[in-house]
């Protein structure tokens, strides 16, 4: 009895002390094929049942462009509910940090029900691929809200987050990926993740933000998540990559004011390496 006990705290020991990789429960599923110029990494799936309650998985998934070796990750989230309609749409992270949110599936699974009417809903979370990297050591939690006043609060374990980035530094050191011939638009010293975005519906466009680093220069400055700069110390940002263009310039000790689009107005901020 007691050799068998011991054997199961050893067997259980070595597990725990198993590196991310090497464990099946999170081995990372590959998909991809020649037409396609993304490869697919699928995370190991993480959920919760209760009877008559909320049902969700979730799961980290993420892109590789074939031929640049970027990458985009989202947090893939499916729930099914009995009861009214929830219709989840914002989220944010354990830093305070909003979410970008697609909203993927909402289906009423009995049309015209009474009582009791069974619910599904997907949505991907937008997951910054410096946010991951951050939190790979560690794992962190995202709260997702719904219009009805429903939230859920969803971990993201730090083994989880490991073996997905080890699954596609594998993949990029493979030696059938092209070299990337292009660089990822971060800017670590500004402390923002950011993307193109066109003009639309009479506004200008200019970088994206996707995420902001807590305590970094941009966020001292007051830019916020999904901010549009548009202005760069007087020159015109029309892109990922003039904004870029104008980063590589800055130097520790300088100043350099810029005009972000929120909404509708457009706010004149200084930003101080």
Known sequence: MLRTASASLVLLLLTLAAPAAARPDLAVRIEGDRFSPLVTFHGPEFGHDSFLGTNRTWHIRSWVDRRTTLAE???YVAIDYVDGARGYWRAANDDAQDMAVTRLVFDKGTRGCKGLCDYSEAIGIDLPEALLEAKATTGFQIKLYARSGD???LDIPRDE????????ADYRNGPTVIAPAIVSPVAP???IEFKTT???????GGALVGWIKNGSVAARSGLHWADTIIEWDGHIVSSAADLQAQLMTEKPGTKSPYKALRGRKIHELVAEF
């Open 73 to 75: 990750h989202q947090l």
């Open 151 to 153: 939230t859920l609060i």
């Open 161 to 168: 987050i490991a073996a997905q980035l080890q699954a596609i």
């Open 189 to 191: 010293d500004f402390g």
């Open 198 to 204: 066109k003009p639309m519906w009479g506004l200008p």
